[in-house]
């Protein structure tokens, strides 16, 4: 191996403001740093300091640059993530506006980042900040668009729709709101300006769509997988202590954890729906991460329906703090996790070899809840055709299909791909090949 192949790369890493998507750039930040790679990690001071901590023996190589979110009038002081708002459209294009502000001060960074000796080899651009592409065109550094989605999705690159999804998401995906541009609009832009696709997926989980994606590109673009990043648990906790006291009281095997992510939230009236259906799922046990429905009007005190804590009491917990989703799969007491099935919270509960009961909302949680099904680690909650809502009754029948199965088919199946998830020798070589892509694009 020459000299130029050995030399260690200086890499920039520009992640989409979510934290579902900051932790994953994270670990691969991480990744990377282990084997001598130096790393930029962009993002807004707030989303910065909530970051858990980098192992001591690959902080030094990681360089945190904190740009300012830019004021825009509508968007409530702090609202770095899309953890701080709610998902309804007008506050999500206010975030996206605010977003679309970091161009200047992200070009000026990259700027003074290539003014000297340090020049960056690479900047790793995630889904949506197409704006970061345009800047590293500028500046002749060449860019790797992040897929953090299935092969699957990203081998037909732009949000998909399914039939069942509702208007909310729809408009979303392809109707410019105040930020000027379309989910898909974003999208497209990113990968086309980029020189490389790099994909969170293996050829392991996803044979085929990764084995056309590997033949064919990506958007026109070289295609190769990071392999599933799955994450170390990081030994958090809720605030409290609350959650974890709950668990440890409960059966083992006896808990559905319940958690649909930040980027879509349910409606009230769905978040209602859920509640009695819970209910109706009688003698099953759950833990509930409940974020607040996506109608801002709706008070606290009506988010659920009267009396559900109370007829509920002692075999649930609803929790509207933090919640540590990775220690609470990890849990003995947790059997199974309802999830919205974004790829991030799918590749954790597999991890674990937890079976899936899946409620996709928007975007590639809809393909992501397809897979899953397909390789029978679980099943999906039976939507209505006209709106993509659902009712009690089936999200009842969901959950009791997958509780009553604990010893057959989808844990079963759920096993099978934990040992693929959890395989992390196999994903490390995925990096090293992802890195070794990187080298021969810049040869």
Not at 24 to 48: E, K, M, Q, Y
Not at 220 to 245: A, I, M, Y
Not at 273 to 302: H, N, Q, S
Request: charged share 20%; net charge negative.
């Amino acid at each position: 191996m020459d000299a130029h192949q050995q030399q260690q790369l200086r890499i920039v890493i520009c992640p989409w403001l979510a934290m579902g998507h900051l932790l994953p750039c994270l670990d691969l930040a991480d990744r990377l740093a282990s084997r001598g790679h130096r790393v930029s990690f962009v993002s807004t001071p707030r989303n910065i300091s909530r970051l858990p901590p980098l192992r001591p023996t690959v902080a030094p190589l990681v360089e945190f640059v904190a740009l300012p979110l830019p004021r825009v009038e509508g968007l409530p002081e702090g609202a770095e993530s899309t953890n701080d708002i709610s998902s309804s459209r007008d506050m999500l294009e206010l975030h996206w506006m605010a977003s679309d502000g970091l161009a200047v001060p992200f070009s000026e960074f990259l700027d003074a980042a290539c003014a000297g000796a340090n020049k960056p080899d690479w900047v790793i651009v995630d889904t949506f900040p197409y704006w970061a592409v345009t800047a590293g065109a500028e500046h002749k550094v060449p860019c790797a668009g992040l897929l953090l989605c299935s092969a699957s999705m990203g081998a037909a690159p732009g949000p998909r729709v399914h039939g069942n999804e509702d208007s909310r998401g729809k408009n979303m995906m392809f109707t410019r709101g105040a930020s000027g541009l379309s989910l898909t609009e974003r999208v497209s832009m990113t990968l086309q300006g980029c020189q490389l696709v790099a994909s969170r997926s293996c050829l392991e989980l996803e044979p085929e769509s990764v084995s056309a994606s590997l033949t064919n590109g990506v958007a026109g673009k070289p295609f190769v997988t990071l392999g599933l990043l799955p994450p170390s648990p990081r030994g958090e906790d809720d605030g409290d202590g609350v959650v974890r006291r709950w668990l440890d009281a409960q059966p083992p095997k006896s808990v559905v954890y319940i958690a649909l992510g930040s980027e879509a939230q349910l409606r009230a009236e769905q978040v209602h729906e859920m509640a009695l259906g819970l209910e109706l799922a009688a003698g099953t046990r759950f833990l509930w991460a409940l974020r607040k429905p996506v109608d801002d009007e709706v008070d606290d005190a009506d988010v659920l329906p009267p009396g559900f804590e109370e007829r509920t009491r002692g075999r649930g917990l609803v929790a509207t703090g933090w919640v540590s989703q990775l220690s609470v799969l990890a849990h003995d007491a947790v059997a199974a996790f309802l999830t919205h099935c974004g790829w991030g919270s799918t590749i954790e509960g597999l991890m674990y070899g937890r079976p899936l009961i899946m409620l996709p909302i928007i975007a590639d949680q809809w393909p992501n809840a397809a897979l899953m099904e397909g390789k029978q680690v679980g099943v999906q909650v039976a939507r209505h055709g006209d709106d993509g809502s659902f009712d009690r009754e089936a999200l009842a029948a969901a959950i009791c299909a997958v509780m009553v199965d604990q010893d057959g088919i989808f844990t079963a199946n759920a096993k099978k791909l934990q040992m693929i998830v959890a395989d992390r020798e196999y994903h490390e070589r995925c990096i090293d090949g992802f890195i070794q892509q990187l080298r021969s694009c810049i040869q």
